[in-house]
Structures are given as C-alpha cells and as structure tokens.
C-alpha cells in the first residue's frame, strides 16, 4: 500500500512560481513510477508529468513542457513538481499518483494510488 499527501498549492499571479509536494508513504516508494495529474473545474483529469523510479527519466505534456519540472527524493519519499512561468489555464486540482509499472506511464488507468489534490490557482 502507498499513501500519497500533496502540499504547496495555492494562488498566485500568472508568470509566477510553485512548487509542489508529494509525501508517499509505503517502504516500497522507491520502486514506483510517480505522476502528476490536474484537473480544472469541467473538465477530465489531465496527464501532467510522470517520473520513473530512479529519476532519471521523466517525460511531460506538451502544454507544460519547458515550465514544468518533476523530480524524486526516494530517501525522503517525496516526489516534486516545480511549476515555473505559470498560466491562468495551468489553474486546477493537482493530484500525486503512483503506480508499481517500471516504465514511464501517462495514463490515469495505469495508476493504482492517488492522493487527495492540491488546489492550483492563477490569476491573470
């Protein structure tokens, strides 16, 4: 089991910065493939970011590539989203997902644990 808790969301203008958090619990941590997802009010739950279990490979949606950073602790069990030149359409729930695949995954089927959502928000 992995218990998954996301921090660091908040509001803040467009063009600035966030980065946010997610606490995993679980002696297994290091093993799994690690994703970011969001989702705005209206709408389906978007792939955002995964990363695999060493972290030294990650791969990104087009719409936050260049802006967006993932990155894993796996001695903290902690995995990031630096979030840079934010947009107003960057707006929504972030949600930490993990998932025992040792590959790369950007679907929400592929993902077996989800955290609670952290709340994203730009103004413009």
């Known amino acids: 089991q992995v218990q998954l808790v996301e921090s660091g969301g908040g509001l803040v203008q467009a063009g600035g910065s966030l980065r946010l958090s997610c606490a995993a619990s679980?002696?297994?941590?290091?093993?799994?493939?690690m994703g970011w997802f969001r989702q705005a009010p209206g709408k389906d739950r978007e792939f955002v970011a995964t990363i695999n279990w060493s972290g030294d490979s990650t791969y990104y949606a087009d719409s936050v590539k260049g802006r967006f950073t993932i990155s894993r602790d796996n001695a903290l069990n902690m995995v990031y989203l630096q979030m840079i030149s934010l947009k107003p359409e960057d707006t929504a729930v972030y949600y930490c997902?993990?998932?025992?695949?040792?590959?790369?995954?950007?679907?929400?089927?592929?993902?077996?644990?989800w955290g609670q959502g952290t709340q994203v928000t730009v103004s413009s």
């Open positions: 679980g002696r297994i941590f290091s093993t799994y493939t």
């Open positions: 997902a993990a998932t025992s695949r040792r590959t790369l995954a950007t679907m929400r089927s592929m993902y077996t644990y």
